[in-house]
Nanobody, 130 residues
Framework: QVQLVESGGGSVQAGGSLRISCVAS??????????MGWFRQAPGKEREGVAA????????FYTDSVKGRFTVSLDNAKNTVYLQMNSLKPEDTAMYYC?????????????????????WGQGTQVTVSS
């Protein structure tokens, strides 16, 4: 049973930084070839893809609104995916979710689509005040 646990959310002022983490368990060898994504959902809005990364090679993708500010990275020895968020804006306020697609590389066509992912964490709240 794959489990994803996020941590590291919190409250920060605009312009600040946060790093959130996602630890995956229950994968066995399958984790080394997997597409991992970060998504966010603000109240009253649809869940949107923020970033994705392939655990087998680090190939990554970002939504336009976070390019240059957010960085997704891996520590495969710890089955952990990170999202470093810099220059945070109030519009970045949301619940952030980690997700796993369940095997194989990421493709640009679907890497930021929630429907492509099979496993989800419970989320960690990020609040940015102005």
């Amino acid at each position: 049973q794959v489990q994803l646990v996020e941590s590291g959310g919190g409250s920060v002022q605009a312009g600040g930084s946060l790093r959130i983490s996602c630890v995956a368990s229950g994968y066995g060898y399958g984790y080394s070839s997997n597409c991992m994504g970060w998504f966010r959902q603000a109240p009253g809005k649809e869940r949107e893809g923020v970033a994705a990364i392939y655990t087998g090679g680090g190939r990554s993708f970002y939504t336009d609104s976070v390019k240059g500010r957010f960085t997704v990275s891996l520590d495969n020895a710890k089955n952990t995916v990170y999202l470093q968020m810099n220059s945070l804006k109030p519009e970045d306020t949301a619940m952030y979710y980690c997700a796993a697609a369940g095997g194989g590389t990421c493709f640009r066509e679907w890497a930021l689509r929630p429907g492509a992912y099979n496993y989800w964490g419970q989320g960690t709240q990020v609040t940015v005040s102005s």
